[in-house]
């Protein structure tokens, strides 16, 4: 029903929203900041360097640790909802 898939969607976002301050509190706050800008508000590779000074790798090797982070800490948050 439409209930029910509205009620699956908003505990998906809810669950990735705790996810993702779980993980930002483990995380150097410059990392988090690149991968904010980069994959949470899809900023180009360009203007996070710019914006940032940092380095093209930098924000990639952000988005590939942190990214992985998320992946592990949901699995966690998910197997104890379970």
Not at 35 to 61: C, H, I, M, P
Not at 63 to 79: D, N, Q, V
Request: proline letters at 1%; hydrophobic letters at 40%; zero cysteines.
């Amino acid at each position: 029903s439409e209930l029910e898939q509205t009620w699956d969607e908003e505990w998906q976002r809810n669950l990735m929203d705790a996810t993702i301050a779980n993980v930002k509190r483990q995380v150097d706050p410059k990392q988090f900041q690149i991968f904010n800008f980069y994959v949470l508000k899809e900023w180009s590779v360009s203007d996070v360097t710019r914006t940032l000074g940092v380095n093209a790798t930098q924000v990639y090797l952000a988005k590939h640790r942190i990214s992985r982070m998320i992946e592990k800490e949901l699995r966690k948050l998910e197997r104890t909802m379970i």
